[in-house]
């Protein structure tokens, strides 16, 4: 099945500069990655996505890319600010069992703004 | 998001009780899923429904049964609870067809403490 490893685990930064989060996944059939923001004691909430079939996308401060050659994807987070300060989560959407799909996820980095 | 409740919210039993968490949804998508949280492993898939007739393990599910009641609701059960099984549960939907099909919307989460 799908493998996802997250790096760094916890990353601080000083407000207004940026945030780097990467991503590796194992299996090269994979076609979907979210990007999931969890907030102290809240859900795991979508904030960006990307297909298989691009190689970036970008909403306003955040933006994702993707190597599939690689098989890395990150998150770039620009002029950040405290309220980013969040768990974030990376997930792939793999093969699981036979020909299911499922997402599995990385296991998290704990980014702190510092003001 | 309003659209997937779950309850209960917080919840304390003893090694050996049963327990059951409950999730519903008024999002009417098909596909519901409940995963495991605990500190630095991200989030794991423990059971995943397609449809009410349709029910697949995931990752981890060892210790636990479900019940898909019907289109809006997804029971998760653990017959013979254990402290390993203290975490947070999360149970979530996706559309699986449309214009974001594999977007997955969470519940606020359970807090589950076996002593």
């Known amino acids: 099945g799908e493998n996802v490893e997250q790096h760094p685990s916890t990353l601080s930064v000083q407000e207004g500069d940026s945030a780097v989060i990467k991503c590796t996944y194992s299996?090269?059939?994979?076609?979907?990655f979210p990007w999931y923001k969890q907030e102290l004691g809240k859900r795991p909430q979508l904030i960006i996505d990307?297909?298989?079939?691009?190689g970036e996308k970008k909403d306003q401060r955040i933006a994702v890319t993707l190597n599939k050659t690689a098989k890395h994807f990150s998150l770039h987070i620009t002029e950040t600010q405290p309220e980013d300060s969040a768990v974030y989560f990376c997930a792939a959407r793999g093969r699981f069992s036979g020909s299911a799909r499922q997402l599995t996820f990385g296991s998290g980095t704990q980014l702190t703004v510092l003001p | 998001d309003a659209d997937v409740t779950q309850t209960p919210r917080n919840r304390i039993t003893k090694t050996g009780k049963r327990i059951m968490l409950e999730c519903s949804q008024t999002k009417g998508h098909d596909r519901m899923y409940w995963y495991r949280q605990d500190p630095g492993l991200g989030l794991r898939l423990i059971y995943y429904s397609f449809d009410v007739k349709d029910i697949n393990k995931g990752e981890i599910s060892d210790g636990y049964s479900v019940s898909r009641q019907a289109q809006a609701k997804f029971s998760l059960s653990l017959e013979s609870a254990i402290p390993n099984q203290t975490a947070l549960y999360f149970c979530?939907?996706?559309?699986?067809?449309?214009?974001?099909?594999?977007?997955?919307?969470f519940g606020p989460g359970t807090r589950l403490t076996v002593t």
């Open positions: 990307i297909r298989s079939n691009v």
């Open positions: 979530a939907t996706s559309d699986g067809e449309g214009t974001a099909p594999y977007e997955q919307y």
């Open positions: 299996d090269s059939a994979s076609n979907y």
